[in-house]
């Protein structure tokens, strides 16, 4: 149905934070996700309907292709 997020992935959303960085480590996957920036260490709580309208991709995914 949807994107499959799970905990360790690397994505990257439509804005980049305010360190420059735009890509986000996933720490906690729910109705609300807690993502990490990986330039700054700064953590977010931020809502599944936020994350998913403003994703563009996975940088790195933990879940190897089979």
Do not use: Q
């Amino acid at each position: 149905m949807g994107t499959n997020y799970e905990l360790g992935n690397i994505i990257k959303l439509k804005k980049a934070h305010p360190c420059g960085a735009n890509a986000w480590e996933i720490l906690r996957v729910g109705m609300d996700f807690r993502l990490k920036c990986t330039g700054c260490g700064h953590m977010i709580m931020i809502s599944r309907k936020d994350v998913e309208k403003n994703f563009r991709g996975f940088i790195e995914s933990t879940k190897e292709d089979k």
